[in-house]
């Protein structure tokens, strides 16, 4: 026979455990991304991962939290940057250029990262087995910018026919391969090169001016973490207006800040897949899942108003070419 009393007595404390476990429950954990980059991150590149993550229903300060590491301009602070972001056990290390990018598979080869860079072949570099199936740690989307260097010497040459000698401006910190690239194009158009060689950020304005001193006629910019901040691509239009010479960029800022000309990709259309490959990962997938991804769409910018100030007469069938041309 149930004694009722102590039934109750029992059901109570049941109840009143209950109740203050369930006052005890943990908050919900955050999702930890480790952000590696070069320079400051809260800007335009940034909004295009928070975008994306947002869309898997990932906010910051509700069930998400990041970790950012800038190297400040400094290649050579990444390996340190991310043995932090390997201590701290983050779920997934978003890593952003080449010099990032190899601190981040040496510090770790289980944490996935996710890559994102405009200058490199991940599959040469060895942090792919292949961009269909990459395996390892490490998926991302790439731009190979030795396929298009050869269309920014083209461009350039369209523009400006007379040209005999181009400046290639060139972050070393990111490898020969586009550098390489570049100079097969020229020399394909009996072009001279000057290699104007900076690394990190450091540099331009001696590099600038040796490349002037040389007799450039014409600046090509190559890819680099460091030449898509617009204090850098600002740098550089200034300089070539000084000197009077054309000159193109892979990042479209190049032509808003009184550049001549910008063959870049699409980014609003390709950057955004970074935060939802992001959010996938933290959702439990592997980064082999994933192919990598290659951007299909580029953008071509022609600074009309530079043109004018250079005294190039831009040929119409390059105008008719240009996504859009700054009147």
Do not use: C
């Amino acid at each position: 026979m149930i004694d009722r009393r102590n039934f109750a007595n029992v059901l109570g404390l049941g109840l009143l455990g209950a109740s203050v476990m369930a006052g005890a429950q943990p908050a919900q954990r955050l999702a930890v991304v480790g952000v590696l980059t070069t320079n400051r991150v809260r800007g335009r590149n940034f909004g295009f991962v928070v975008q994306g993550l947002r869309q898997l229903g990932y906010e910051e300060g509700k069930n998400l939290a990041f970790e950012i590491r800038s190297a400040a301009g400094q290649p050579a602070a990444f390996p340190g940057l991310a043995a932090e972001l390997v201590q701290l056990k983050v779920d997934v290390i978003f890593a952003a250029g080449p010099a990032a990018i190899q601190a981040a598979m040496a510090a770790t080869r289980t944490i996935p990262i996710i890559a994102h860079d405009q200058e490199t072949d991940p599959v040469k570099a060895g942090w792919a087995r292949s961009l269909a199936r990459p395996s390892g740690n490490l998926t991302g989307l790439f731009l190979d910018a030795p396929l298009v260097a050869g269309k920014w010497v083209g461009l350039l040459r369209e523009a400006a026919p007379g040209i005999r000698r181009i400046g290639l401006l060139w972050d070393a910190t990111t490898g020969s391969a586009q550098l390489l690239a570049a100079k097969a194009a020229a020399q394909g158009s009996a072009i001279e090169q000057w290699v104007m060689e900076v690394r990190g950020a450091g540099g331009f304005d001696t590099a600038l001016r040796a490349g002037a001193s040389a007799g450039i006629q014409a600046i090509a910019m190559l890819g680099s973490p460091e030449m898509s901040w617009r204090v850098t691509a600002k740098l550089v239009a200034d300089f070539a207006a000084e000197h009077r010479l054309p000159a193109i960029s892979p990042f479209r800022v190049f032509s808003d800040v009184g550049g001549l000309m910008s063959y870049s990709l699409t980014r609003e259309d390709f950057e955004p897949k970074i935060g939802v490959l992001i959010g996938k990962i933290l959702n439990g997938a592997k980064p082999g899942d994933f192919a990598i991804e290659l951007p299909t769409k580029f953008e071509f910018v022609i600074n009309l108003k530079t043109a004018k100030a250079l005294g190039l007469a831009i040929p119409q069938s390059l105008l008719l070419r240009a996504d859009e041309v700054i009147q």
